[in-house]
């Protein structure tokens, strides 16, 4: 498919490639694009919500322009219209579509167990080319998934970082971190609450954080530590970003200079006759309670007690939104929250400007720059401590050629462009 689009990057005209067949052998017209995108864009929509589509125009039977702000082709897959325009689409989500699916990408459906597998095997009509593994199977191994990597089952495995020192001396396999493009951990401070309505106090709790060596214990990658704000897509495939300041002297001068004096008999921290002491609320799944040990390890380092409540994610995402918290411990803040009316309690007028930018631009470039000074202005107000991004490991045996570490590690996002070499 070829693509352009205007000065303002709100419309995209695009040309159908002539030689795109679905897996039924019938091809993928113009007729499919339009029935998507309108189906997409109907105001009770189940699938995208608000409609990103604000005009679609169909100039030829090769040729279309989509309007919209908050468009991406990357948000929608068209469908086959000739298998899915009878069906009820606010039952979208379950439709008997999805357990015999018909596509038109790299590898076709073959069939499946549920909740055991699902097989697939090469497309020889893919117009790159059939891809050079002919058969993948797709198991779902749970928590045995290691073992049926070490057993010769399987052939790859999402894992968690606590397992990679079990297998990081086999020579059997290799290990491609895939790091997560979304907003990274961080520790919310409630910046209405009196601990932490001081801009110097919130940045001598993250000057408090080692956040190179958190990563030593959790196992992760050092490129997980570049979480010094936030970025835009393609500011994290750039790689931009850099570490935060660790620098637990500063943060001691920080505390003393905001009147929070450690005191002798346990070098805790009191001011006012009373102690720097708060609640952290954490999801119990929450990267390992490593993380949690560690942290508070940190600040009791500096004179701070911090202790841990653990709540289901409703009840936090709940809290969050209210603002009923002290402190939350592992969530990941959607940029565009910063500015808005409760929740952390972060006002800030400049914030709220960049954030309107944020939301309303379609040039990239522009968008960059709006990110950019937010994380400035993170970096001086601290309303939140980065902690790291979040990052996957995918243990591969070495018979899997093709992957890239952390461009192009995930082998189920990529098996069209992999390949088997025996040894």
Known sequence: MHWEHSADYREWTYRLRPDVRWHDGRPVTMDDVEFTLRLHSRPDSPYWGPSLVEALTVHDEATFTVRGTGWSDADVSILPKHLVQGLDYQKFYDWDFWLRPVGNGPYRYVRHEPQTMVELEANPGYYKGKPRIAR??????????????????????????????????????????????????????????PLFREREVRRALSLAINRRELLQVLNLPSQCSRVDGLYTKRQFQRG???????????????????????????????????????????????PGAETAVYLQDQLRRIGVNMELQHFERGVLLDRLKTGKFESILGFMIDPKSFGEPGGIGYRNAQMTTLVQ?????????ALDQAY?????????????????????????????????????????LFTEDLWLEER
């Open 136 to 193: 993948v199977v797709l198991k779902f191994a749970g928590p045995s998934g290691l073992t049926e990597l070490l057993s010769g089952n399987v052939d790859a495995i999402e894992t968690n970082p606590a397992q990679l020192p079990s297998i990081a001396n086999d020579p059997r396999f290799r290990t491609f971190w895939e790091l997560n493009p979304h907003g990274p951990w961080t520790i919310v401070w409630q910046n209405e609450h």
């Open 240 to 286: 931009d970003g850099t570490e935060p300041r660790y620098d637990p002297a500063e943060a001691r001068r920080l505390l003393d200079q905001a009147g929070w004096r450690q005191r002798n008999r346990d070098e805790m921290r009191e001011r006012g006759g009373h102690d720097f002491h708060f609640t952290a609320l954490t999801l119990a799944e929450f």
């Open 357 to 365: 930018v944020a939301r309303t631009t379609a040039d990239p470039d």
């Open 372 to 412: 950019r000074e937010m994380s400035e202005l993170l970096r001086v107000d601290q309303p939140v401590a980065f902690l790291f991004r979040r990052a996957v490991p995918h243990v591969v045996h070495r018979r899997v050629q093709g992957l890239i570490d952390m461009q192009r590690a995930n082998p189920l």
